[in-house]
T-cell receptor, first 113, second 113 residues
Framework: GAGVSQSPRYKVAKRGQDVALRCDPI?????LFWYQQALGQGPEFLTY????????KSGLPSDRFFAERPEGSVSTLKIQRTQQEDSAVYLC???????????FGPGTRLTVL | GDSVTQMEGPVTLSEEAFLIINCTYT??????LFWYVQYPGEGLQLLLK?????DKGSNKGFEATYRKETTSFHLEKGSVQVSDSAVYFC????????????FGRGTSLIVHP
């Protein structure tokens, strides 16, 4: 389809493991956002890319979180040495411009045991 | 900083009942306001938006009016259907400040036949 896709949809990790979450945005969308959504909460901003440039990473909760978008398309959010508090749904959204409608992927549900 | 406050759920209604979900905001600049809907197992999708004071956004029978004097953007629908059962998120994007979207916590709507 032409929407935003994310993989995996579900990920279970043991505490201390590293994980990588992938986002495939809508083709041609220059802006890409990552969010963290805890149970019963709204999405919380993590980081923002415009093409391959990471323009804002102020929402990343610790230096264990790292995101990249090397060719300005697919993006990967990596979490090192996962902790239980990292358990959440990680959402990716793409848009043709930062103030335009955001198109969300279905999310990756991460559970850290 | 920017914030969005929306009524807690769940909101439980019978089919054809009137719906209102309250949303108020604080923003330092000139926000655009949004309602997103998240159906079970799916990503968030834009329901409607308004970009300036007194604008009314509408879609699928839902409406919301941007009220600057009361800093509100309440979501209304005259007659809900079972298929409207979902989680609804109010959000803002501040054009005069940070472009980073701010989301409310979400309100779950359950519509019974």
């Amino acid at each position: 389809g032409a929407g935003v896709s994310q993989s995996p949809r579900y990920k279970v990790a043991k505490r201390g493991q590293d994980v990588a979450l992938r986002c495939d945005p809508i083709s041609g969308h220059v802006s890409l956002f990552w969010y963290q959504q805890a149970l019963g909460q709204g999405p919380e901003f993590l980081t923002y890319f415009q093409n391959e440039a990471q323009l804002d990473k102020s929402g990343l909760p610790s230096d264990r979180f790292f995101a990249e978008r090397p060719e300005g398309s697919v993006s990967t959010l990596k979490i090192q040495r996962t902790q239980q508090e990292d358990s959440a749904v990680y959402l990716c959204a793409s848009t043709s411009g930062p103030l335009n409608e955001q198109f969300f992927g279905p999310g990756t549900r991460l559970t850290v045991l | 900083g920017d914030s969005v406050t929306q009524m807690e759920g769940p909101v439980t209604l019978s089919e054809e009942a009137f719906l209102i979900i309250n949303c108020t905001y604080t923003a330092t600049g000139y926000p655009s306001l949004f309602w997103y809907v998240q159906y079970p197992g799916e990503g968030l999708q834009l329901l409607l938006k308004a970009t300036k004071a007194d604008d009314k956004g509408s879609n699928k029978g839902f409406e919301a009016t941007y009220r600057k004097e009361t800093t509100s953007f309440h979501l209304e629908k005259g007659s809900v259907q079972v298929s409207d059962s979902a989680v609804y998120f109010c959000a803002l994007s501040d054009q005069g400040g940070s472009y980073i979207p701010t989301f409310g916590r979400g309100t779950s709507l359950i519509v019974h036949p």
